[in-house]
């Protein structure tokens, strides 16, 4: 069973920019759909990038489209999420997911693995 652990996490301020990477183990990652969802203190947990098994496909809420770039390098057994001009309503606990039917997807309940979260702080 895949297991994923998150890093990169951070104070930042508004308009900087985060790396955040997410490290599989205990089996490759290469054959897996990956996703970033968020959670914001008092909010329900939201989707933010996804790409495919080969990295080929991606998508991304409105909300990061054209400031974030989800990327994988399927030797490192490492996704990655690249953050730039945070905004302050960005900051949250930043999620790493994984579903073993390879393309992307959305829809959080599609993951059964996740990792345990990094949290993310923009200050204004």
């Known amino acids: 069973q895949v297991q994923l652990v998150e890093s990169g996490g951070g104070l930042v301020q508004a308009g900087g920019s985060l790396r955040l990477s997410c490290a599989g183990s205990?089996?490759?990652?290469?054959?897996?759909?990956m996703g970033w969802f968020r959670q914001a203190p008092g909010k329900e947990r939201e989707f933010v990038a996804t790409?495919?098994?080969?990295?080929?496909?991606?998508y991304y809420a409105d909300s990061v489209k054209g400031r974030f770039t989800i990327s994988r390098d399927n030797a490192k057994n490492t996704l990655y999420l690249q953050m730039n001009t945070l905004k302050p309503e960005d900051t949250a606990v930043y999620y790493c997911?994984?579903?073993?039917?390879?393309?992307?997807?959305?829809?959080?309940?599609?993951?059964?693995?996740w990792g345990q979260g990094t949290q993310v702080t923009v200050s204004s």
């Open positions: 997911a994984a579903q073993n039917r390879g393309y992307y997807l959305l829809d959080m309940g599609a993951y059964p693995y």
């Open positions: 205990g089996g490759t990652i290469s054959t897996y759909g």
């Open positions: 790409i495919s098994w080969s990295g080929g496909s991606t």
